[in-house]
């Protein structure tokens, strides 16, 4: 019998308000059980879900794990202004002029994560 990835788990100070804004990215929603203040939050989503735990220290050097986006139904670049708008920074942009690249991203908790192009604009290459 093999493993499956049931949560990919997250370190912030404010689990809610991190757990909604990834919530909004992945257009996901979070757990009915979770509310503002409590320890850990749930954002329920296909494959593994994402459960954000409150620590008492602040991030302090770069992911050695994050996670790897990629729209749906949206280009790349639609989805980075998308996800500016919704509070994420950009960190890197490794976009090409000839459309191949990611752009990395951090949340509002400076968790950085990338912005792959869609399935779309990979079939156009």
Wanted: proline share 6%; with cysteine.
């Amino acid at each position: 019998m093999t493993s499956l990835v049931r949560h990919v788990t997250i370190d912030c100070s404010d689990p809610y308000a991190l757990a909604t804004f990834w919530s909004q990215v992945l257009d996901s929603k979070v757990s009915d059980e979770d509310q503002p203040g409590d320890p850990e939050v749930l954002v329920e989503s296909p494959g593994a879900g994402l459960l954000f735990i409150q620590v008492p220290e602040k991030k302090s050097v770069k992911n050695r794990v994050h996670l790897d986006v990629q729209p749906q139904d949206r280009t790349r670049d639609e989805e980075v202004e998308r996800l500016l708008a919704l509070g994420a920074t950009l960190v890197g942009d490794h976009r090409n002029p000839d459309g191949t690249g990611w752009a990395t991203l951090a949340d509002p908790e400076g968790n950085e994560f990338c912005v792959e192009r869609s399935t779309a604009e990979r079939a156009q290459a």
